[in-house]
């Protein structure tokens, strides 16, 4: 079981105390494959593709529990391993994905599609209540595909 922070935070300042929760990159990209890719097993959140050392990967997984973000759950056809899932904080977390996935492929080179983009820009509360949705029925299907490591632009 995870051991509670006793560190005080810096501020009292919302974005201060969130960033301390799940502020690092991360950290962030574990609660998008949770939400996104649905991926729930440490091996999967390993072979993602992002190059995440297994220390850092049980670190943050550790610190994302204790900040109950994410929980723990054995398999149920195997009660020895372990999925990973959204509490209901994490999956609150959409919107802030959402943003930042938009944001990104607006302002930047990314490997997401443009069409794609623009149809979550312009439908963002289905694109939110379908995560939800999908967090809700434990639906293991991927809300979005995976994207190309090349570069397009938007």
Known sequence: ???????????????SIALEKFGDRWSLLIIRDLMVRGYKTFKEFQESGEG?????L???????????IILREPEE????KINYRLTERGID????????LLWSAKHEQTGAPCELMAQMASN???????????WKDRDPNPLLPPFS???SSH
């Not at 995440?52 to 850092?56: A, E, F, G, L, Y």
């Not at 963002?124 to 999908?134: C, D, I, M």
């Open 52 to 56: 995440i050392s297994t220390n850092i």
């Open 58 to 68: 049980a670190d943050r997984l550790q610190k994302l529990e204790a900040g109950k």
């Open 149 to 151: 490591s090349k570069s």
């Open 1 to 15: 079981m995870p051991e509670k922070s006793k560190s005080k935070p810096r501020s009292g300042c919302p974005v």
């Open 77 to 80: 056809t195997d009660g020895r």
């Open 124 to 134: 963002r509360e289905a694109v939110l209540a379908e995560t939800h949705r999908r």
């Open 93 to 100: 977390l959409a919107p802030v994905l959402l943003e930042l």
